[in-house]
């Protein structure tokens, strides 16, 4: 059931592929619910070469989709407190979304740490970008700072993936050859993120 929600996602992402769209999936991949921003910016950057979109609106879009979703965690946080938030982090829904009380442990860690630059260097980090904004919450860390190395670390992963959605569309005629396999690929690739998600999180419970 979860595998064909997040299929259903994809596939109506890849059909729908506008600012609007690519700025809610980043607000998502940038909550507590694990969406990977290299199946929403890549594609989309793809899509702006071809010249059916602006690649400076679709960094920023995604940019702006980013601080929305670590606005909801940092607010989240603050709101619920550490006690609740660990909680809720054991839960069986936050297990199979990878996320549990020691990967927001590590992410406190991490944030004591770097201090403030966290908020930056943490955009960049796969293992601890879509939760670095929970400690930022908890500790109450300044809006002003919180913004600003939220907004930086964050655009400068989106340029990231957008250089690399131009990229792709510079072998367009190896790309036109491989059309339907690399769709396969991709489609299969996020397929097996989810697999990943579900059996991780059995796996917790079942413990």
């Known amino acids: 059931m979860i595998i064909q929600a997040w299929q259903s996602v994809i596939t109506w992402y890849m059909t729908n592929m506008n600012y609007w769209t690519v700025m809610l999936l980043m607000a998502i991949e940038s909550s507590f619910i694990p969406f990977p921003s290299e199946i929403v910016i890549p594609p989309a950057a793809y899509k702006a070469a071809q010249g059916d979109l602006n690649i400076y609106l679709v960094v920023l879009s995604a940019t702006v989709g ?29 297990n199979m979304m990878m996320i549990n009380q020691s990967s927001i442990e590590k992410s406190e860690e991490y944030f004591r740490k770097h ?23 908890l500790a109450r860390m300044n809006m002003k700072d919180f913004l600003i190395y939220t907004t930086l670390g964050a655009m400068i992963w989106n340029i990231i993936l957008a250089l690399l959605g131009y990229f792709l569309y510079t072998q367009q005629e190896l790309l036109n050859k491989y059309y339907k396999e690399i769709s396969v690929v991709f489609l299969g690739l996020g397929v097996l993120f989810i697999v990943y998600l579900v059996y991780k999180g059995f796996k917790k419970n079942n413990k």
């Open 66 to 94: 980013c601080i929305i979703g670590a606005l909801f965690n940092y607010y989240l946080a603050l709101t619920l407190g550490r006690t609740l938030i660990y909680k809720f982090a054991n839960t069986r829904l936050m």
């Open 115 to 137: 201090g403030k630059s966290s908020t930056f260097i943490g955009r960049l980090l796969p293992a601890i970008r879509q939760l670095i904004s929970i400690p930022a919450g």
